[in-house]
């Protein structure tokens, strides 16, 4: 499916069909509750906890844009990870990879350890004996999230779906960073997509709220049918919010990731940046792949300073444009410390073993003009050098003169003849 048709999918979805008044947008349908004609006649809705058609016109697009047969709308990203569990047994095993959200991973852990649900095997999928380890675990369903958190990496979906295939295992792939527009799961031979549409699909940082689509239509009732009975599909008012968003998701993928491009080209031009993490890069262990199963590289990216750890706050006291917040997807951009916020539940050894250093910082580029983003960066990075160079020289007065002369250093920062053409 190209792009445009992406587009029109979630342009048009529930347009014109109202067949009431003939509103051409959909309405909002916020009752809880459906009047029968008559004793034995039912409508096609009942309670708003069962269906709502608001809700339905949603799940519907979702359903369209990943794909599937059928998708459920749910109350968070995280009821969507509970509703996938309820296909598993206490005796069935989940392999999940070692690096997965951290509210998923939790889940999975406690659900495990506390309560038995189901056995836990975790896997990197990065190692090269992957498929030996999912093997030997005999797992009755394999999730994965590609690109991963914070570092995106990159796992092989049409790889670890023949293997499960084999082993008669379900996939679920956790596709909130990139949204059907610029990789479709099921399309690579995955069971179930899960996303938080809090992120890319809503995009604007005001829902929170999730998705559970199925490949097959017989999971996809069973597992509506557990969402009902648990009580976690989505409010009718946020899957009005959540479509509205939706809408535009097509031309802000395009416009979010034309941003993250140029950010990783500028961001390899300062000698301040030790390594950054984006599978667009062509020494990106996972490039090839990444080429090969998605549509595009996303806007999502991470990368390490060569400095103190001591002084990150000058850089981000020097941003304007970029947020220092959790969470990623919306239209404005987010600056992010892996290590003492998203992944802080994770012990100092385990952040190191999972390759998530003092110095790294997670972006999600935004869909502001690039200069604004560019010329913001290059206003950290003059304070940051500023502030590096008076810590070595151990000069406090410079010190001090660099955290608030925004305007000189911004002159003085360093951008390519390519770049520069943008400001
Ligand atoms: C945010 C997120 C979730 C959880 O979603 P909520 O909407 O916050 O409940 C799950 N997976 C990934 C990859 C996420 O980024």
């Not at 557990?226 to 946020?238: E, K, P, S, Y």
């Not at 031309?251 to 984006?278: D, G, T």
């Not at 998530?356 to 869909?367: D, E, W």
Request: aromatic share 6%; net charge negative.
């Amino acid at each position: 499916m190209s792009h445009g048709h992406f587009a029109t999918i979630a342009a048009r979805a529930g347009i014109a069909q109202d067949p009431a008044h003939e509103a051409v947008t959909p309405p909002l349908y916020l009752t809880t509750t459906y009047r029968l004609k008559a004793l034995g006649q039912a409508g096609p809705y009942d309670y708003s906890r069962s269906n709502n058609p608001t809700r339905d016109v949603l799940a519907e697009a979702l359903a369209a844009l990943e794909g599937g047969a059928k998708a459920i709308v749910t109350n968070t990203g995280m009821s969507a990870c509970l509703l996938a569990l309820q296909l598993l047994t206490p005796a069935d095993t989940l392999v999940i990879p070692h690096d997965c959200y951290g509210g998923s991973y939790r889940l999975f852990t406690n659900l495990a350890e506390r309560k038995q649900s189901f056995k836990l095997v975790i896997v990197n999928f990065q190692q090269a004996d992957w498929a030996e380890q999912i093997r030997a675990a005999r797992p009755a369903m394999i999730w994965l999230e590609t690109p991963s958190n914070p570092l995106l990496q990159i796992t092989d979906i049409s790889a670890v779906c023949h293997l499960a295939k084999a082993l008669g295992a379900k996939v679920v792939v956790d596709n909130t960073f990139l949204s059907p527009v610029l990789q479709q799961p099921l399309a690579l031979g995955a069971d179930l997509v899960v996303h938080s549409t809090t992120k890319y699909i809503n995009g604007h940082s005001d829902v929170v709220a999730g998705a559970l689509i199925c490949a097959d239509q017989a999971t996809g009732d069973e597992l509506k049918w557990w969402a009902n009975c648990l009580g976690i599909t989505g409010a009718a008012f946020d899957a009005y919010m959540t479509l509205r968003g939706l809408r535009t998701l097509a031309p802000r993928m395009q416009q979010h990731q034309i941003n993250a491009e140029c950010i990783v080209a500028f961001l390899q031009q300062q000698p301040l940046v030790s390594k950054v993490y984006y599978p667009g890069l062509e020494d990106h262990p996972g490039h090839a792949i990444a080429k090969a199963q998605q549509q595009g590289f996303g806007a999502m990216l991470s990368f390490d300073l060569a400095v103190e750890p001591g002084l990150l706050q000058h850089f981000l006291d020097a941003l304007h444009c970029f947020t220092l917040a959790q969470s990623l997807g919306g239209i404005e951009s987010l600056i992010c410390h892996p290590g003492s916020m998203t992944h802080a539940s994770m012990s100092a050894e385990a952040q190191k073993t999972a390759g998530i250093g003092p110095t790294l910082l997670r972006l999600s580029v935004g869909i502001e003009a690039i200069e604004d983003l560019l010329a913001d960066l290059a206003q950290g990075f003059s304070a940051l050098a500023r502030a590096s160079q008076a810590t070595a020289s151990d000069d406090k007065a410079a010190d001090s003169s660099a955290v608030g002369d925004n305007t000189a250093l911004s002159q003085s920062c360093r951008l390519s003849p390519a770049l520069n053409a943008l400001w």
